[in-house]
Structures are given as C-alpha cells and as structure tokens.
C-alpha cells in the first residue's frame, strides 16, 4: 500500500515529536488544537491547515518544507515510519557524524546487495 501527503506529514510529525521526547498532549497545547487532532495529524486521517501546520512545525523546530520534502511512494507502513526516524535522527547530526552514517549505510547497502 503506497503512503499518501497527509501519512507522510503524519509520519514525520510523530518522528520529530517523539525525537524531542514531547507528547501530543505538549504539541497540543502549544498550538492549540486537541490532543485528538494531533493524533488525527499523525495517524494521517486528517490533513492539517497551513496554518496549523506552520504551527507545528515551530513547535518542533522543524522547517515546514522537510513535512513535505521528497514524498515518496512507500511499500509499508513500517518503512515510512523508519525513513521519518531516520531524517529526523540524520538532521541532528553533526556533517562529520552524518557522512559516517552515510558511508555505514552505504557498506549495509553494498553487502546486500553482493549477498544477493
């Protein structure tokens, strides 16, 4: 099943938050909106405003255009929610530390791929 906008958003919304160890009760508040639409954001059965988006995106010092930002066509479920941990872990990183991560992830992809 291919991930839509509003999965992806979601995704990355809970990525973040989770990374910043706030609850959706925290984001919630600081924008103003329900716990249940929160939850709703991340789960991707509502797609946000602008306006709301923008909100959350101050909240969890994230720039508005990394919720959107290469939206792919992904296989699982499970795989979107890994590519959002992912560059949320990659975006703390030093440049030094993320091309060591770079190259480790690159050898796992070689090594795979000689294993067949």
Excluded: C, W
């Excluded at 991930?3 to 995704?11: A, V």
């Excluded at 716990?35 to 969890?60: M, Y």
Aim: charged share 30%.
């Amino acid at each position: 099943m291919a991930y839509d906008l509003k999965h992806t958003i979601g995704l990355r919304v809970r990525a973040r938050r989770l990374a910043l160890n706030l609850t959706q009760e925290q984001v919630a508040e600081a924008i103003d909106r329900t716990v249940e639409t929160v939850s709703n954001i991340e789960r991707g059965k509502a797609f946000p405003s602008l306006d709301t988006l923008e909100q959350i995106s101050r909240v969890l010092n994230l720039p508005l255009d990394a919720l959107f930002g290469s939206v792919d066509m992904v296989a699982s479920p499970r795989r979107a929610e890994l590519r959002a941990r992912l560059l949320v872990v990659a975006d703390a990183l030093t440049d030094i530390d993320l091309e060591i991560a770079l190259r480790q992830m690159e050898a796992l992809a070689q090594g795979r791929e000689r294993r067949g």
